[in-house]
DNA sequence: CGCACTACTCCGCATTGCGTGGTAGTGTCT
DNA sequence: AGACACTACCACGCAATGCGGAGTAGTGCG
């Protein structure tokens, strides 16, 4: 089994609940992510991710210059990324939950 | 938000989840699925993943004349399927677990 | 100069759920 | 009989999205 079907559908997430902690930039949100359990992200998808979250306007964007490297594209959550993290945040639980009453049995509330 | 991409990499799991419960043929079983919690799941999805994981060798598939209609097709979990429902579960809880941590914080081991 | 590491981007592919529409069997109402 | 409704399944094309590979740059090391 392959998490990368899992994770269509909640990298945004994923990506939201990183950035909620505050605004850092692709690179190191990938190493967040990977020590975070999601060791198989790659780069791309991230990037993706995060690109399509500031297309959505739920991201702010600032360039940095590094003084290790090329410049930095931080992002930060916006009103509508924090509004929008908790409503994914509420789905993602109320899925969990129904996949986990289906997996364990038919107990519980 | 929308539980379509959510349901990626899952409906599989979930439809063995509801099989190892015993044999049902496809259209009980999205009845199921949308009692359980997915309500949107879609008919087509559903008989395509039964025909995707009778193709991979998880499902005993066995057609029954019915009284009440057309014949059904009758599927169960044969051993690779049981396996394949441990694993996957494994995976997802491990993937569960992953997702609180990030959405709730730091803590927990 | 070549290599490694950081940092970001583009392109094309594969997977997979969905919507629409189609086939087919049975029963009901007019 | 004809029109519908319900049951039961399937095919086709679409859309979303993560991934792999390749590319562009900047800095620093041997």
């Known amino acids: ?25 692709g690179y190191d949100l990938v190493r967040q992510l990977r020590e975070s359990g999601f060791e198989g992200v790659g780069d791309a998808s991230v990037y993706g991710t995060l690109r399509r979250l500031f297309g959505g306007g739920y991201l702010t964007s600032e360039i940095v210059p590094s003084e290790e490297g090329p410049a930095r594209k931080y992002y930060g959550l916006n009103g509508a990324g924090f509004d929008m993290l908790e409503q994914s945040t509420k789905t993602w639980i109320g899925f969990a939950d129904t996949m986990s009453i289906l997996l364990q049995g038919e107990e519980e509330e």
Do not use: I, N, S
Request: proline letters at 0%.
């Open 1 to 25: 089994m392959d998490q990368t079907q899992l994770l269509k559908g909640v990298l945004d997430t994923a990506v939201l609940a990183v950035l909620r902690h505050g605004r850092t930039y």
